[in-house]
């Protein structure tokens, strides 16, 4: 059976709350976008891009099993 190729969650950050997808199987070995909920999660992602690609780098895509 193949592997999942999109994997989804809902996230929350700095209480506001985002759609994640994670892409597998791409050329490299991951590829990840977020999708905001509402208007003041979109102007907090925008506010926040290095801090918000650090938090979900390291608790979402490189989380310890």
Known sequence: MPRKSTIQKTIEIAKNKFKLEIYLGL????AWEIF???YDAALYAFS?????AKIIENKYIYQAR
């Open 48 to 52: 926040h891009k290095n801090r918000l």
């Open 27 to 30: 050329e490299t070995e991951f």
């Open 36 to 38: 905001p909920h509402d």
